[in-house]
């Protein structure tokens, strides 16, 4: 959320940054003639107190000197000025609340190093590992995950439909082993070589935490809700969520940051108006799993951190031997919540393109002000927002899904890359006798 005096003082800059974004102005209009009427009704609200404190002073001269009539012809006086007074503060009142609401829909603002876009046509690629396997040269074309999943009998649609419907999967045996292997394997790296903190979260969250990392109230159509009698509860549609309102509503100690979490749940979404788009697989599904990174950081480290959680999660796809490129991503194509965005795209074969596994970034102050997560500095009172980042580490049915494609021999059979092999207990994926 954007603090209201920087959008009250630099309304023409936010605007034209927001521009860049797709935005509609508006919602940022709407709070330019809110905020004229709101500076007309605080100064009529300053007058009719002075009137009151007046008139209450007149009253009790009037009263010592006996003027008992003219006395209450000026209460009556009061009383009209309090009626007025009580309309006014209702008013600022409602004011308020819309500039809440306002604030609360506005997206985050783009750092100065994002390429100006209006989609991802005008993302910029700033670097890509490894290279992808030239399948013609082995005398074969590659197959996508699905088919190669359900021919070795490690993945189920037709049953996860019948379970639950479209966009859901059954991973079985080996299937099954893989997506947890991953899991662990992601874990291990970014605890053990890269210094985040492992947590195991709630996979449901309130309100006040979705509202604090930015999905409510914009996105709530792609959230699955839960029906409770008296509470109000969402299944997690990624870590971030939890794993940075874990200091909602704190003042940080200096010496507590940075704070780097990271966290296995799997992720729940609707895909509220992506139907139609990557039906096939897994790319797309309403459950899958997801291994989180989160930073939360001082201000003035906060693009360092972003370069950092960056190559932790790259790092993944260079031990996994997967072919990937980065791109940042245009101001058109970034998400509400983040100032600058990565994604982090691994290569495909089946689709003969890279396709996004990660996407990391960073956040500034924006969920931090929503979340009212501060810290303060040794030997300051005054406190400050923390800058909140976050990003997949990686996203675990893709990395699934391009082990297979990447890795697949011309019999159908899966190889396995060697980091991955001491936690799978093998080299080799086969068909199911």
Request: hydrophobic fraction near 35%.
């Amino acid at each position: 959320m954007l603090d209201t005096s920087y959008v009250r003082e630099n309304f023409e800059a936010i605007r034209s940054r927001l521009a860049h974004r797709n935005f509609d102005p508006t919602l940022l209009e709407r709070f330019v003639s809110l905020d004229v009427e709101r500076r007309s009704l605080v100064g009529e609200r300053d007058d009719l107190n002075a009137d009151t404190n007046r008139i209450s002073k007149e009253v009790g001269s009037m009263m010592r000197e006996g003027r008992k009539e003219a006395a209450e012809e000026k209460k009556l006086e009061s009383r009209l000025v309090a009626d007025r007074s009580k309309t006014v503060e209702a008013r600022l009142s409602d004011i308020e609340s819309e500039f809440r609401e306002i604030l609360v829909n506005l997206p985050n603002l783009p750092h100065d190093s994002v390429p100006v876009g209006r989609d991802e046509k005008d993302n910029k690629e700033v670097r890509r590992k490894g290279t992808p396997r030239d399948f013609t040269s082995e005398g074969f074309e590659p197959k996508d995950h699905v088919d190669l999943g359900t021919a070795l009998g490690i993945l189920d649609l037709e049953r996860a439909a019948k379970l639950a419907g479209a966009r859901f999967a059954v991973l079985s045996g080996m299937g099954a082993r893989l997506e947890r292997a991953l899991v662990s394997f992601m874990l291990d790296l970014h605890t053990r070589e890269h210094g985040y903190r492992e947590m195991l979260p709630p996979f449901i969250a309130n309100a006040d935490s979705l509202m604090g990392t930015g999905q409510l109230p914009k996105f709530g159509d792609d959230l699955f809700k839960l029906e409770t009698k008296d509470r109000e509860f969402y299944l997690v549609p990624t870590a971030e969520v939890p794993l940075t309102n874990l200091h909602r509503d704190e003042i940080l100690s200096d010496k507590e940051l940075p704070l780097s979490y990271t966290a296995y749940t799997p992720c729940f979404r609707s895909e509220a108006g992506s139907y139609g788009k990557d039906i096939r697989g897994l790319i797309r599904q309403h459950q899958f799993d997801k291994v989180e990174l989160v930073k939360i950081t001082r201000p003035e480290e906060s693009y360092e951190a972003l370069e950092e959680l960056t190559r932790d999660a790259e790092h993944v796809l260079q031990l996994l031997e997967l072919p990937y490129r980065t791109v940042v991503l245009s101001t058109g194509d970034m998400g509400f919540s983040s100032s600058k965005t990565y994604d982090i795209e691994v290569w495909l074969p089946s689709q003969n393109t890279y396709r996004e596994i990660s996407s990391c970034s960073n956040c500034e102050a924006f969920q931090a002000r929503r979340a009212k997560i501060r810290f303060r500095r040794e030997g300051k009172q005054k406190t400050e927002f923390v800058h909140t980042l976050n990003g997949s580490g990686l996203a675990v049915g893709r990395t699934w899904l391009a082990i297979l494609e990447n890795f697949q021999m011309k019999d159908g059979s899966i190889c396995i890359p060697a980091a991955l092999v001491p936690y799978l207990g093998t080299d080799t994926i086969t068909p199911v006798k």
